[in-house]
Every structure is written in C-alpha cells, then in structure tokens.
C-alpha cells in the first residue's frame, strides 16, 4: 500500500512563485524515479520535471529556467518550486513515483496522487 499526497497549490499572480511538495507513505521497500505532471483543462497530461534516485533531472522545455525540482529521500518527497508562474502554467498538477512496496522481490509500479490545483490569473 503506498499513498502519494500533494501540497502547496493554490492562487498566485503571474511572476508569483509557489512550491509543491508530495510525500509517499506505506509499505515502501524503495523509490526510483519521482516526477511531477500537469493536466489544463481541454490538454493532455504532460510531464512537467522528473528527477531519478540519483538527482538527475529532466524539464519540459516551458518550464526550464523558471522551475527546479527537488527530492529528499530520507522523507520519500518530492518538491517542485515554480517561480515567474505564468496563466499557461494553470493545471491541476499530479505527483508521480516509481515505488516498489515491501515484499514486492522489487516490482516498481507507477503511482499516482490526486492531484494539487495550481491557478495563475490575475
């Protein structure tokens, strides 16, 4: 059983800043890759930055210069600060984690969050 819990959404101006944060708890064994994903309304789910057990990181390219995504593996969290946030970055954004779960003979699955709603508007 592993559950994956969101935090840190909200409203902000454009150029404002925000920062996620996602947790996982359970019968964790070991976590591989995290990520963070976004879904607009009338879009595709699209990732938005990922980072490996090791650090390494990947961006879209939208979000490059503006986003950093974080992780602390003692907590199993992941972090996504968003700084100069602009209207088109307004999705409901999901937590993503590669888990294998206790007794697992380590099978990693994909697990999801609900989700954290993040608007930029003015």
């Known amino acids: 059983q592993v559950q994956l819990v969101e935090s840190g959404g909200g409203l902000v101006q454009p150029g404002g800043s925000l920062r996620l944060s996602c947790a996982a708890s359970?019968?964790?064994?070991?976590?591989?890759?995290m990520g963070w994903y976004r879904q607009a309304p009338g879009k595709q789910r699209e990732l938005v930055a990922r980072i490996t057990s090791g650090g390494i990181t990947t961006y879209i390219d939208s979000v490059k210069g503006r986003f950093a995504i974080s992780r602390d593996n003692a907590k199993n969290t992941v972090y996504l600060q968003m700084n100069s946030l602009r209207p088109e970055d307004t999705a409901l954004y999901y937590c993503?984690?590669?888990?294998?779960?206790?007794?697992?003979?380590?099978?990693?699955?994909?697990?999801w969050g609900q989700g954290t709603q993040v608007t930029v508007s003015s």
């Open positions: 359970g019968r964790i064994f070991s976590i591989n890759d």
């Open positions: 993503n984690a590669d888990v294998a779960v206790r007794g697992s003979g380590l099978r990693y699955s994909s697990y």
